[in-house]
């Protein structure tokens, strides 16, 4: 090994990343200080500054450096929807969609296994959004996937009596996909969900 | 657009990283800040130190934070010998293979339409170089590319006359590799440099 202890504390620290093996790193210690120390400095204070300053909103739990987050402040949005994600990730998804209700963001989904229930995600929290805001329809978009439907489900189930329409995001065919590759569950769903062709 | 300007300023950040685009940097700007801060906070002050406290080995010129590498100071290795390479990720590349004399780290290559000459890839200080030290054998280590190539040709026209063997590592088939998959100019070189098989 011939790199100096400063170079592979850098080259450590980059596993961090997601993604980011010996190697990549190794590559972008080196990059870095060979060809962009400016912008890794620039990064070095991105991160701190991040880290140190970035919180939750308090009403939809995305991640926020103020209290309440600018989309929720938002006054042009509609108030009486609210779609509710398992992630920030996923609210800046729904965005590219044209959406302009309100958000909720759950921590993750249930997972009894790992020992995360309705708590540990925000379900209480959920309730209490719910309780002070003047839906009309609460949309469940959390994951097409077998905790992100049970964490749907479970949701459906304690918002049944509260005058609200559920709604959960429908499956079916990815536009451009092809039938002979999509499994089976997604075919069976986009079968069973098919609808009159309007001419 | 849904992101808070500190996390908007860290996916910006992040893309100084290579091969990092803004799907990449999003996702990895949301990962720190959902799963691992300290993680991110250690790669904030390891970027710091790094690019504040490594410089220039005296000696070699690869990336180190002493005046003199631990590489140049170590005794145990062969002062006969002298590697010349493009980069400091070169000098990895070849202390893997078990070699144990000296190195010299060119900044990149000749590239004359880009402006740089000897002087620019550090030639002068490569000549310094082995005038005070005790070579009998020069390895030229530059990328077998064009301008790997061109710079190797032109620095051993420089030692010509300084009673020192010069040499070029070889080409040839990559361990591995396929005939038909191999380019042409590979598998020339590899047929010129045949050598007899001892049994
Ligand atoms: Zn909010
Ligand atoms: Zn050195």
């Given at each position: 090994m011939s790199f100096s202890p400063l170079i592979r504390q850098l080259i450590d620290a980059l596993r961090?990343?997601?993604?980011?093996g010996q190697k990549t790193a190794q590559r972008t210690a080196l990059h870095l200080l060979e060809r962009d120390r400016s912008g890794a400095l620039r990064l070095a204070q991105a991160l701190t500054q991040a880290m140190e300053g970035v919180g939750y909103c308090?009403?939809?739990?995305?991640?926020?450096?103020?209290?309440?987050c600018s989309l929720c402040l938002?006054?042009?949005?509609?108030?009486s929807l609210l779609c509710i994600v398992e992630g920030p990730m996923d609210v800046y998804a729904v965005e590219q969609t044209g959406y302009r209700g309100r958000y909720f963001v759950l921590k993750g989904h249930l997972s009894p296994l790992d020992g995360l229930g309705p708590e540990a995600i925000g379900v209480p929290e959920l309730l209490k959004r719910i309780d002070e805001g003047a839906f009309s329809e609460v949309i469940l978009?959390?994951?097409?996937t077998v905790e992100g439907e049970a964490t749907a489900h479970y949701i459906a189930q304690l918002l049944a009596n509260k005058g609200l329409v559920t709604s959960r995001i429908a499956h079916g065919m990815?536009?451009?996909?092809?039938l002979e590759l999509v499994d089976g569950g997604t075919l069976a769903h986009a079968l069973a969900g098919r609808r009159p062709i309007s001419l």
């Open positions: 961090v990343l997601p993604g980011v308090q009403r939809c739990r995305t991640l926020s450096e103020e209290d309440v938002d006054p042009r949005r509609d108030d978009a959390t994951n097409p990815p536009l451009g996909g092809e």
